[in-house]
């Protein structure tokens, strides 16, 4: 798929974001903006799924550590086909099978249950073991958030793959430097992140969160990347794409008003209409 | 007594992955660096390919765990009770049980007759802990025998399920002809009339053999084994309550939350009756040998005789 064509759905799976945040009355739609183009790229380049048998044994698999941004996941899988978009509007409310943390009893699409952060790698890990036992030649994607990293269990399960040479998972770290109580290096700094990952024996690449054409050319090293599993250090904005949530710590589990979300809303009506144009 | 078989359950968890291994293709064992000491170790000799050592790291172990059986695996994970449902019990509780997945949380070392190494080593809250996870299925094997069946039904179960195993040797107690293993269902061991006495895991021997001295002296007991604690035989506990008016709990856990609380949830509902809860009151254990740590907390023979007595008044 061309680049310009990722851009327009990267902003539709914005405003998807920006409508069930603020239909749901909360959520956190700026660690999900700061993945939207990673959450697009996933579904629409990289991953081999399928919206009609999201439980193909043979599909690759994806699992959403950092599950706060789900609406972020479910706009892509939206936009995907694996349910309606109007069904957004349903985020966290009772009944929804858009629950506030991603569950893999109600959503299509979603591969295990996540949100309390750090599970989410391990159990990516054994997706992974699971596919080179059963000698599969799926993949297994993990998006984690950088202030994740301050999770013990997220470097438990760093350890093991690194040991077990697990070239079937990738992890990628969204890197957008923020968390709930500030910036990350205000809070318990996880940097140097690029190293610790060496550390761990994992291949380590760089990309920037918002370029496609460094994401593809880093998914590309990832799958080449041979007896060792690889980390995508992704360089993101927090909020981005909306220009009064980018690099706000406090938009990170806020949703929008009413006057927001169409002031919102308008600026990626806009991004789209410049996209169309080019 | 003395020619009396003795066998740890843990031996006969490995035993029987070992041995249920070829049948279930399917079946992953996982431990945190504890093999030898959980016995899977013997699971791991024979099928070395499904065997993984997550290494002393428990939260990670379950998590992963729970990873590969969303790939169709069945999943043992384990370690010594404080640890796999101390260590990991928020894991379990997200990653296992509210996903509903195929995992077993095998804990070995479980409750006082750890010995030795005392409180820290000790768990006396793994059953409360995974009593409390919906959909858990949370059962202690009393014997050798039972332990075995134990597993074979936690295969044959869809769903997260929590077997405890002791480290220490104690009587093989079930080794006769008509004994049948049902998960969810209580055994009465004998009929009685005065008092109905519960046991689970290695208290089910110690009130066994009380039973013979308060028979002695006239009080005729009926004596149940409760092997499965979730779900519990409703049914069995209330027709208990019901023919002796009177229940006593006897197990190597906290009162709180495990054996005696999940029998008082049941006649409380059903059919209300003083309930004795025997077992570790609300404190922590302590370093001695199993034997001795057992009557210092009066959960061996003479401990469970005497407590019977006194909630008796007599």
Redesign the interface.
């Known amino acids: 798929m061309e680049n310009i064509e990722l851009k327009k759905i990267a902003n539709e799976v914005r405003k998807g974001i920006i409508i069930s945040t603020h239909a749901g009355k909360s959520g956190h739609p700026g660690g999900s903006l700061s993945a939207a183009d990673i959450f697009t790229y996933l579904y629409f380049e990289e991953m081999n799924i399928d919206p009609k048998n999201p439980k193909n ?1 043979d599909r690759d ?1 994806f ?1 959403l550590s950092k599950g706060h941004t789900a609406p972020g996941l479910y706009s892509a899988l939206a936009m995907k086909g694996f349910f309606p978009f109007e069904d957004l509007t349903s985020l966290r409310h009772l009944g929804s099978y858009l629950q506030g943390h991603p569950d ?2 109600l959503t299509p699409g979603v ?3 996540t ?2 952060l ?3 790698v ?10 080179r ?2 000698k599969k030649d799926y993949r297994v994607y993990t998006l984690l958030g950088d202030g994740e990293l301050e999770e ?2 997220v470097w ?2 760093a ?2 793959a690194g040991f077990q040479k697990l070239d079937n998972l990738c992890v990628i770290v969204d890197n957008n430097g923020l968390q709930i109580d500030g910036s990350i290096d205000e809070v318990c700094s996880p940097n140097p992140i690029d190293k610790k990952f060496e550390a761990f024996n994992f291949h380590v690449v760089k990309a920037d969160a918002h370029d496609f054409d460094s994401l593809r050319a880093a998914f590309k090293e990832a799958r080449d990347t041979k007896r060792m599993p690889t980390a995508i250090i992704c360089t993101s904005v927090k909020g981005k794409g909306i220009s009064f949530m980018e690099n706000q710590a406090g938009w990170h589990g806020v949703a929008p008003n009413d006057e927001q979300k169409e002031a919102a809303l308008n600026e990626l009506k806009k991004a789209g209409e410049e996209l169309c144009q080019m | 007594m003395s020619d009396v078989k003795k066998i740890a359950t843990r031996q006969a968890y490995g035993e029987a992955l070992a041995e249920l291994g070829e049948k279930y293709e399917n079946l992953v064992v996982m431990d945190a660096d504890l093999a030898a000491s959980t016995k899977t170790a013997m699971f791991k000799k024979k099928y070395p390919d499904r065997f993984f050592d997550a290494g002393i790291a428990e939260a990670n172990m379950v998590s992963m765990a729970a990873g590969l059986a969303t790939a169709g695996k069945i999943v043992f994970a384990s370690s010594f009770a404080m640890f796999a449902t101390g260590r990991a019990y928020e894991q379990i509780r997200n990653s296992v049980g509210h996903c509903g997945l195929n995992v077993k949380i095998a804990a070995t070392h479980g409750g006082i007759t750890v010995g030795e190494d005392g409180a820290t080593h000790q768990c006396l809250e793994d059953v409360s802990l995974m009593r409390n996870i919906p959909g858990m299925v949370v059962c202690v094997p009393s014997d050798y025998v039972e332990a075995k069946e134990a597993v074979k039904a936690a295969i044959e179960h869809e769903g997260p399920v929590f077997l405890r195993f002791g480290r220490s040797n104690v009587p093989v107690i079930n080794d006769r002809e008509d004994y049948k293993f049902e998960l969810g269902k209580g055994v009465v061991l004998k009929e009685g009339s005065d008092v109905t006495i519960i046991g689970t895991g290695v208290c089910v021997d110690s009130v066994l053999q009380a039973e013979k001295m308060l028979a002695e002296e006239g009080i005729n007991a009926q004596i149940v084994n409760i092997h499965t604690i979730k779900p519990i035989d409703e049914e069995l506990i209330t027709q208990c309550a019901i023919k002796t008016g009177k229940i006593v709990t006897v197990e190597e856990h906290s009162v709180i939350g495990g054996l005696g609380s999940a029998v008082c949830d049941v006649v409380c509902k059903t059919h209300p009756v003083p309930v004795c809860k025997i077992g570790i009151q609300d404190q922590f254990g302590t370093s001695g040998s199993a034997d001795v740590l057992m009557k210092y907390f009066r959960l061996d023979a003479q401990g469970v005789y005497e407590q019977v007595k006194e909630f008796l008044g007599k």
């Open positions: 044994p698999r699992v893999m009893h591969d295990i249950s949100g309390s750090g599970q989410g391990s159990n990516a890990v054994g997706m992974a073991l699971a596919g036992m059963d013990g269990q438990e399960a350890m093991f």
